[in-house]
């Protein structure tokens, strides 16, 4: 069975940096797509970076130039490098990845999510 753990939430304060880690577990035999999502209290989850099997990334445009989204292949780990956060990128951060299990079934699996709190 696929899992993603997530890890590295935490307080932060305005202007400093994060990483948050994904690492998946199981029988995977390849990833289509890795993705990081956030929810703020009182808004809809909304999609931050993400990554492709051919590693193209894209990011929502609050976040362009200060977050990075990057995979570690050998790991079956995908990260997303937080700078220069501000109180607005507070929120609970999740990773979802689209996969190939060895068995041949696909699927889309998320991880618990993780509290980014930016404040001073």
């Known amino acids: 069975q696929v899992q993603l753990v997530e890890s590295g939430g935490g307080l932060v304060q305005p202007g400093g940096s994060l990483r948050l880690s994904c690492a998946a577990s199981g029988s995977i035999f390849s990833f289509s797509a890795m993705r990081w999502y956030r929810q703020a209290p009182g808004k809809e989850r909304e999609l931050v970076a993400a990554i492709s099997g051919g590693s193209t990334t894209t990011y929502a445009d609050s976040v362009k130039g200060r977050f990075a989204i990057f995979r570690d292949n050998a790991k079956n780990t995908f990260y997303l490098r937080m700078d220069n956060l501000k109180f607005e990128d507070t929120a609970v951060y999740y990773c979802?990845?689209?996969?190939?299990?060895?068995?041949?079934?696909?699927?889309?699996?998320w991880g618990q999510g993780t509290q980014v709190t930016v404040s001073s």
């Open positions: 979802n990845a689209e996969l190939w299990t060895a068995t041949g079934h696909s699927g889309a699996y």
